[in-house]
T-cell receptor
Framework: ELKVEQNPLFLSMQEGKNYTIYCNYS?????LYWYRQDPGKSLESLFV?????AVKQEGRLMASLDTKARLSTLHITAAVHDLSATYFC??????????FGTGTRLTIIP | NAGVTQTPKFRVLKTGQSMTLLCAQD?????MYWYRQDPGMGLRLIHY???????AKGEVPDGYNVSRLKKQNFLLGLESAAPSQTSVYFC????????????FGPGTRLTVT
């Protein structure tokens, strides 16, 4: 079964702190995606990770992929309020389709 | 360049009514997808298309039909709406490059009473 699990599901953190969101998936894949969704809005692409050891950074967000462990992480550095959103990882299992995790709702507290 | 657009943005249906959701993209993408998003469940794939005239079932296809008569349009139909189809529906499109990134439309919020 193709499964994508994220944890935590909810995360409340203070501004200025660091934290990591984890994305585990069930079978081999070489394509993993991170999306951001603001309340009532559509999904915005953040990162596309295509190979083992891939690391991408944009501002305070950094994503990495370990295909051997079937694990991706989204690391937040020195969080600011603007990063409050729901973050989804999605995996392409070689079948031209994406399987999404259930999302991590991130709230940054001043 | 409008990207991916969806019509309508909101709709309320009574049980048993039918409707069609329209997705249009102007990026010349080959692949198009329909998802539904329910609270706490992420996005689930309903149907998808890998080219004009082709469609295939996704994870939750029951109660929906689709058509892709033109490359730029992907229609999602509900023949007899049920309250369980209350959801937010997103359309996405992509091009089969190495990155295979999907671009999402703004969504349609559907309520079935």
């Amino acid at each position: 079964e193709l499964k994508v699990e994220q944890n935590p599901l909810f995360l409340s953190m203070q501004e200025g702190k660091n934290y990591t969101i984890y994305c585990n998936y069930s079978t081999t894949s070489d394509r993993l995606y991170w999306y951001r969704q603001d309340p009532g809005k559509s999904l915005e692409s953040l990162f596309v990770l295509l190979s083992n050891g891939a690391v991408k950074q944009e501002g305070r967000l950094m994503a990495s992929l370990d295909t051997k462990a079937r694990l991706s992480t989204l690391h937040i550095t020195a969080a600011v309020h603007d990063l409050s959103a729901t973050y989804f990882c999605a995996v392409e299992f070689g079948n031209e389709k994406l399987t999404f995790g259930t999302g991590t709702r991130l709230t940054i507290i001043p | 360049n409008a990207g991916v657009t969806q019509t309508p943005k909101f709709r309320v249906l009574k049980t048993g009514q039918s409707m069609t959701l329209l997705c249009a993209q102007d990026m010349n993408h080959e692949y198009m997808y329909w998802y539904r998003q329910d609270p706490g469940m992420g996005l689930r794939l309903i149907h998808y298309s890998v080219g004009e005239g082709t469609t295939a079932k996704g994870e939750v296809p029951d109660g929906y039909n689709v058509s892709r008569l033109k490359k730029q349009n992907f229609l999602l139909g509900l023949e007899s709406a049920a309250p369980s189809q209350t959801s937010v529906y997103f359309c996405a499109s992509s091009y089969p490059t190495t990155e295979y990134e999907q671009y999402f439309g703004p969504g349609t919020r559907l309520t079935v009473t």
